[in-house]
């Protein structure tokens, strides 16, 4: 499997929203409803932010959202905060060969 | 609360073995599929392996089939990783995290991690 494609970097200023997209095949992204993404700080272990392609996790800021289509997932986050800076991956159970794939990550700066 | 800490970390020579463990608290261990994630010093997350919450069924990424084996000691609460033959590819940092959602969907908690460096 090879790693989901993510832009290395996404920038925003505060107040703002952004978007990560996260391209994959019919393989994985296209043909998996378990898309989920992770929010990961310098020396921290990564936290799960959304799941299931739109679900969020209890504790989870309400700015953050997903979605896909097709063989893209993306991940928004309205109204962009200092905090919000820091790496994002996205993941997706890829069924035809029981695996997860995750992405190449993002690097969200706050401006 | 849940919690997951790994150990077993540290220096090991190409060709040799290491055992990783991860201890589990806070949930009913035996309910839930348990996964190894790594992540090589400056790089992103690599899915390694996943084991039913039995211990009956387990799956691993092809980078380390047929070198290491995902095992779980449910009376103990603990997940373990052996590496056999490590190469410096498998230099990382070793994260245990819990599957959520009936096991095969996302990985809702991890652990903080511990470092492998495979050299000689």
């Known amino acids: 499997q090879s790693a989901l494609t993510q832009p290395a970097s996404v920038s925003g200023s505060p107040g703002q929203s952004i978007t990560i997209s996260c391209t994959g095949t019919?393989?994985?992204?296209?043909?998996?409803?378990?898309v989920s993404w992770y929010q990961q700080h310098p020396g921290k272990a990564p936290k799960l932010m959304i799941y299931d392609v739109s679900s969020r996790p209890s504790g989870v800021s309400n700015r953050f959202s997903g979605s896909k289509s097709g063989n893209t997932a993306s991940l928004t986050i309205s109204g962009l905060q200092a905090e919000d800076e820091t790496d994002y991956y996205c993941?997706?159970?890829?069924?035809?060969?029981?695996?997860?794939?995750f992405g190449t990550g993002t690097k969200v700066t706050v401006l | 609360e849940v919690q997951l800490l790994e150990s077993g970390g540290g220096l090991v020579q190409p060709g040799g073995s290491l055992r990783l463990s991860c201890a589990a608290s806070?949930?009913?261990?035996?309910?839930?599929?348990m996964n190894w994630v790594r992540q090589a010093p400056g790089k992103g997350l690599e899915w390694v392996s996943i084991i039913s919450g039995s211990g009956g069924t387990s799956y691993y990424a092809d980078s380390v089939k047929g070198r290491f084996t995902i095992s779980r000691d449910n009376s103990k609460n603990t997940l373990y990783l052996q590496m056999t033959s490590p190469r410096a590819e498998d230099t990382a940092v070793y994260y245990c995290?819990?599957?959520?959602?009936?096991?095969?969907?996302?990985?809702?908690?991890w652990g903080q991690g511990t470092l492998v460096t495979v050299s000689s």
């Open positions: 019919g393989s994985d992204v296209g043909g998996s409803n378990y």
């Open positions: 806070g949930f009913t261990f035996s309910s839930y599929a």
């Open positions: 995290a819990k599957g959520g959602g009936g096991g095969y969907r996302y990985f809702d908690c």
């Open positions: 993941s997706s159970y890829a069924s035809s060969s029981t695996s997860y794939v």
